[in-house]
């Protein structure tokens, strides 16, 4: 644990290892009000997105494949408070690495697993809706609770190899074979075809697909909207379409909503990874990591602005009548009666 010292003295991760990192230095407020910060975070983080998968998995009126990608990306966020929040902000008040190299590679394993779990999380999400707006016909035929669920296994399974593969490949479980890092580091630095690679396959070709996914989806979107119109002359039969229509624009408009939030957050941390730039000041290095990781507290939020039957779901969870006789045959789509 870090301890003060006069301002000339220096201080090493390892005073007994003649290649320790430099150590910083924090006053003791400093350390009170981040350790108190980045706890609230980390509790924020995981009570939010335990909410959304109780939800999901409680009322059987949610089990369908959107919530179940909904459900997946919310595991991979709950993981990220739990897990990477707290080790980040452990790392970033010490200075230091204690925890040794193995550790540290399991750390940068579990990190780009969540990462690259949310981001095909997010691809999935876009295929969903593409197949709901553009091909509603098809939907209930392609898109079953049995194909997402193997999708999404299929998906960490993937991830997981990849990022085992990536932090073997570059030597995070031994840094006595790494000349590039002192010790008391745990630091990502992947080689320039490991960057390449990364770049394309975890950032460069998801992103092009949702953004493309997204951009068919509202023009569809938009063209149904005068189809919806049109419709309302013709009674019932016309505005049953045009209510189904609707709620599969809106479903489509918040996912890309957060899809839109997610690619803002990571788009500069990862130019900075790629391109390797020393000049930015730790600072600013650190605030792009940390809007990394505060976007995975971000997304119930907009689940509690754009969807009702999420905000009643925290009624009754809050309320605990989850734990009532049948309450998960609830229809939470309905009209909340209390």
């Known amino acids: 644990m870090a301890y003060e010292t006069e301002d000339h003295e220096t201080q090493y991760c390892f005073p007994t290892n003649n290649s320790s990192c430099i150590k910083g230095k924090r006053s003791i407020n400093e350390y009170n009000v981040m350790y108190m910060f980045f706890s609230l975070l980390s509790a924020w983080t995981v009570f939010l997105n335990l909410l959304v998968i109780i939800s999901i998995s409680h009322f059987k009126k949610l089990h369908t494949p959107t919530n179940l990608l909904i459900l997946s990306l919310a595991v991979a966020d709950l993981l990220s408070g739990l ?95 790494r000349t590039d890092v002192c010790f008391g580091l745990c630091l990502v630095m992947n080689s320039s075809a490991w960057r390449y690679t990364d770049l394309t396959f975890s950032f460069l070709f998801p992103c092009s697909l949702i953004i493309i996914l997204y951009l068919r989806i509202f023009y569809v979107a938009h063209r149904q909207v005068k189809v919806i119109n049109s419709l309302l002359k013709f009674g019932k039969r016309g505005m049953e379409g045009s209510v189904r229509r609707k709620s599969e624009s809106k479903a489509a408009l918040t996912l890309g909503i957060i899809v839109t939030i997610h690619l803002l957050c990571w788009l500069p941390m990862y130019i900075f990874s790629f391109t390797g730039n020393t000049e930015l000041t730790s600072v600013v ?24 039957w999420f905000r009643k779901s925290i009624i009754h969870i809050l ?3 989850i734990f009532q006789s049948a309450s998960s045959l609830k229809d939470i789509f309905i009209n909340y009666q209390s």
């Open 83 to 177: 897990i990477v929040i707290p080790i980040e902000a452990f790392r970033l008040i010490e200075t230091c690495w204690y925890f040794g190299d193995y550790l540290c590679g399991l750390f940068v394993t579990i990190t780009g697993l969540l990462f690259s779990i949310s981001l095909s999380n997010l691809v999935l999400i876009a295929v969903d809706r593409y197949v709901g707006v553009c091909l509603p016909l098809l939907y209930p035929q392609k898109i079953t609770m049995t194909t997402t669920s193997m999708s999404i296994c299929f998906c960490w399974f993937c991830s997981l190899v990849y990022n085992i593969t990536l932090v073997i490949s570059n030597n995070f479980f031994d840094s006595s074979q």
């Open 285 to 308: 290095v650190s605030f792009l990591i940390w809007v990394c990781y505060i976007n995975s507290g971000l997304n119930p939020l907009i689940y509690a602005l754009f969807y009702s």
């Open 319 to 321: 309320t605990l009548r």
